[in-house]
């Protein structure tokens, strides 16, 4: 029927709206608890989750689990269908934190560095997490990742990962490297332990990440360029 009304009626495309996008997006059944909706140790929270904390959905036969949409390669947000039909975004509780998009296997990248320190603080352990990957995102943006890093990044990047930073010599000395053959110390690039996102200056300018085309998505900005 469909072919036999297409060869009279014809074809027009339209174009997907916003909420087309998101109902687009790969989905999960989750409980929201009273800390929010937990996924892979990320915890999403929101005041709107308020009214349904501990409480079934009205899919009976998802045994009271909610619908989740999300972008796996911007992990950062959710979407969860509330009981009014709409697909509500809910934040990250560390997404200010982290001003680049990463994906799951980024987050379980850092998730397995972290595999032998104290999880009896689960807030805690969920606050280093985002911590080592802001670090994780400035060694990248800095060069000074090493290729497993720089690799895990470049598959979220919307930007050319920079290259390998070389070492610096004072002038007249030796290395018996060449520039770029910089020697990783237990497979991991220096950094500084407390250069923190959060240390940055307080102004007006926007975090550079998002002036390199890392904003957060926007389904209905997605929308409008078609």
């Known amino acids: 029927m469909w072919a036999a009304l297409l060869a009279v009626a014809g074809y027009m495309p339209v174009p997907l709206t916003g909420g087309d996008y998101l109902e687009l997006l790969p989905l999960r059944w989750q409980a929201i608890t009273a800390s929010g909706i937990r996924i892979h140790h990320r915890t999403y929270d929101h005041d709107l989750l308020a009214p349904y904390r501990g409480q079934p959905s009205p899919?009976?036969?998802?045994?009271?689990?909610?619908?989740?949409?999300?972008?796996?390669?911007?992990?950062?947000?959710?979407w969860v269908?509330?009981?009014?039909?709409?697909?509500?975004?809910?934040?990250?509780?560390?997404?200010?934190?982290?001003?680049?998009?990463?994906?799951?296997?980024?987050?379980?990248?850092?998730?397995?560095?972290?595999?032998?320190?104290?999880?009896?603080?689960?807030?805690?352990?969920?606050?280093?997490?985002?911590?080592?990957?802001?670090?994780?995102?400035?060694?990248?943006?800095?060069?000074?990742a090493t290729k497993?890093?720089?690799?895990?990044?470049?598959?979220?990047?919307?930007?050319?990962?920079?290259?390998?930073?070389?070492?610096?010599?004072?002038?007249?000395?030796?290395?018996?490297?060449?520039?770029?053959?910089?020697?990783?110390?237990?497979?991991?690039a220096p950094y500084c332990e407390d250069d923190s996102i959060d240390d940055l200056p307080d102004d007006d300018s926007q975090p550079a990440s998002q002036a390199g085309g890392f904003g957060l998505y926007d389904a209905h900005e997605e929308a409008a360029k078609w």
């Open 59 to 78: 899919h009976t036969s998802r045994n009271g689990k909610w619908e989740i949409h999300y972008n796996p390669h911007d992990v950062r947000q959710i």
């Open 81 to 144: 269908r509330l009981p009014d039909g709409e697909l509500t975004e809910i934040p990250w509780i560390h997404r200010d934190h982290v001003h680049q998009p990463f994906n799951d296997h980024t987050w379980q990248h850092i998730r397995s560095l972290a595999l032998h320190s104290n999880h009896s603080d689960g807030e805690q352990h969920e606050a280093d997490l985002a911590d080592a990957l802001d670090q994780l995102m400035r060694r990248v943006h800095s060069g000074h």
């Open 148 to 188: 497993t890093e720089k690799a895990l990044i470049a598959r979220t990047a919307t930007v050319p990962v920079p290259a390998a930073r070389p070492a610096e010599h004072p002038a007249g000395t030796s290395t018996g490297h060449h520039a770029g053959d910089r020697p990783q110390h237990g497979g991991e």
